[in-house]
């Protein structure tokens, strides 16, 4: 079993900032093996390493309960700690030297996905170039990558399509921890940020995380299981078409679809290209909010059979490639705003390039 930082906690942290102001980033899958919240284990530790002086929450908020994409939330103060909660996906995504105010040195707990788009890993971006600027230490707790640290998938980020979903040069599925994405930050673009990293102990990077012994709670509403994580880098690139990615059903990105699409015609042509370790399954569902809300939706359930060889970018191209050929009067590609980018096309600034659409998806079949 994976041991986390957080169950030898007094022993990992920093002796040197011991007795300072600590700011804590955290979500509601910062949990603990035993499902205690790190913030009860902050809290149990407050006064004796450190002084837990403000809270800071992303994307969902600190509770989790912004349901759907890109809905900012604000800040507060906490009625039983009576400090500020502060909002890092709202007016501000970087904390403000105001917030800083609060706080000598910043503690980041969230759980990634393993998937460039996922935000919580810019969230950390963000803290660490601030608190470079500060003069403020961060201290991240590593945590597994649920989809392993081995294969890696999709381009590689040009910096002229940076957004929210991608502030520096990583592919699209990373292979990397938290922890290890930390490191390649300071060491690529905050070389004076004082940063430590927590480490686990026990982890193989083969690991998927229902091989890691430790619980999986929702890190975001829409990412319920790990088998929605193992499709996430494919498909989060129908979050940038009028097709459904699934939001509004109990398996999202598993499930895709639009009233225009002829479910049995498409998983024939899917099914018959002989994608490594996937099935799909002619599905029908109706959302209940977003995109075909109300609507029957004609698609598909992903059922991945191999996840060692299964691609969810390589499959997603080729569904994009597919819908965009056969339905050219139905499907489009969504205009901007995308996560604070006004002016690129959603879906380049998912790929994370201008030419990736033209060569590879909006080709013939």
């Avoid at 837990?52 to 759907?68: C, E, Y």
């Avoid at 081995?150 to 990583?170: K, M, Q």
Wanted: charged content about 25%; overall charge negative; glycine content about 8%.
């Amino acid at each position: 079993m994976v041991s986390l930082a957080l169950t030898r906690f007094e022993k990992a942290f920093p002796a040197n900032l011991k007795g300072k102001r600590l700011g804590a980033v955290l979500h509601p899958a910062s949990v603990l093996p035993d499902l205690h919240y790190t913030l009860d284990l902050l809290k149990e530790y407050d006064g004796k390493l450190f002084k837990l002086s403000a809270l800071f929450g992303p994307q969902h908020g600190i509770k989790g309960h912004t349901q759907d994409n890109m809905i900012e939330w604000e800040g507060y103060t906490d009625p039983e700690l009576g400090f500020p909660v502060y909002s890092l996906y709202g007016e501000h995504r970087e904390p403000t030297p105001e917030m800083l105010s609060h706080v000598d040195m910043m503690l980041v707990d969230l759980q990634d996905v393993g998937a460039r788009y996922y935000t919580f890993i810019w969230t950390l971006f963000l803290c660490m170039k601030a608190c470079e600027k500060a003069g403020i230490p961060v201290i991240v707790v590593d945590r597994p990558n649920p989809i392993n640290c081995i294969d890696e998938e999709g381009p590689v980020l040009d910096l002229d399509y940076t957004s929210f979903v991608g502030l520096h040069s990583i592919r699209t599925r990373h292979a990397k921890t938290i922890g290890e994405l930390a490191v390649q930050f300071k060491e690529e673009r905050f070389l004076k940020c004082e940063l430590y990293v927590l480490g686990m102990e026990g982890y193989d990077k083969k690991m998927w995380y229902d091989q890691t012994g430790l619980p999986w709670i929702l890190p975001s509403p829409n990412m319920p299981t790990l088998d929605t994580a193992i499709v996430y880098p494919g498909m989060c690139l129908f979050e940038a078409t009028n097709v459904s990615e699934g939001r509004g059903t109990t398996r999202p990105f598993e499930i895709f679809g639009a009233p225009f699409i002829d479910a049995v015609k498409l998983c024939k042509y899917m099914n018959g290209l002989k994608l490594p370790g996937v099935y799909f399954r002619e599905n029908y569902f109706q959302p209940t909010f977003h995109k075909g809300a109300g609507q029957i939706c004609g698609g598909a359930q992903i059922h991945v059979l191999d996840r060692d060889k299964f691609r969810s970018f390589d499959m997603a191209v080729k569904l994009l490639q597919y819908i965009f050929n056969e339905y050219p009067n139905d499907f489009a590609w969504k205009l901007p705003p995308y996560e604070y980018e006004f002016k690129k096309l959603p879906i380049d600034i998912l790929l994370g390039n201008g030419t990736f659409r033209r060569d590879y998806i909006e080709t013939s079949i």
